[in-house]
């Protein structure tokens, strides 16, 4: 009796499978970042006050109130406070179409929103991936025709 062909697809190992998604899954998070700095323009900014306020947080968390200018009007945001006082002087970024979406010039005011929700997509694809159950460790996972995503236990 001869063996039917398996249907035609890529045909990966468990590592470049995982690997593979989770650069799809992180893709998103980064690529809408790196745009957003692409695109925006640089200024300076100063500290008009610092805000404090509760909400879903675990405690009162503050914010710095930072002003700056473009062409004849003054722009307010909230920034995030990283022990600034009244006064400084502070990088900020902004997009030149939309000044009001403008940002402290920090990693961790630049970056901190995308390396939350990354953490979190990456814990979902950690749990995922040492889940010996979904994808057993010598199987191959197949991407192609219908099924778009099957698992070939190989047996190895």
Not at 43 to 71: C, D, R, W
Request: glycine residues 8%; contains cysteine; aromatic residues 12%.
């Amino acid at each position: 009796m001869q063996a039917l062909p398996l249907p035609s697809g890529m045909l990966l190992s468990k590592n470049q499978f995982f690997f593979s998604l989770l650069l799809l899954v992180l893709s998103p998070f980064m690529i809408t970042n790196l745009v957003w700095l692409l695109r925006s323009e640089k200024a300076v900014g100063k500290v008009q006050g610092i805000g404090e306020h509760t909400g879903m947080n675990l405690g009162p968390s503050t914010y710095a109130l930072v002003s700056f200018s473009v062409a004849k009007d003054t722009i307010w945001f909230q920034g995030m406070d990283q022990d600034y006082k009244y006064g400084d002087q502070v990088p900020v970024r902004y997009i030149a179409s939309n000044p009001s979406d403008a940002k402290i010039n920090t990693p961790l005011s630049i970056w901190g929103d995308t390396f939350a929700y990354g953490s979190v997509a990456f814990i979902f694809w950690i749990v995922c991936f040492l889940s010996k159950d979904l994808v057993p460790a010598t199987a191959k996972v197949r991407i192609g025709k219908k099924p778009f995503i099957q698992i070939v236990n190989t047996g190895r």
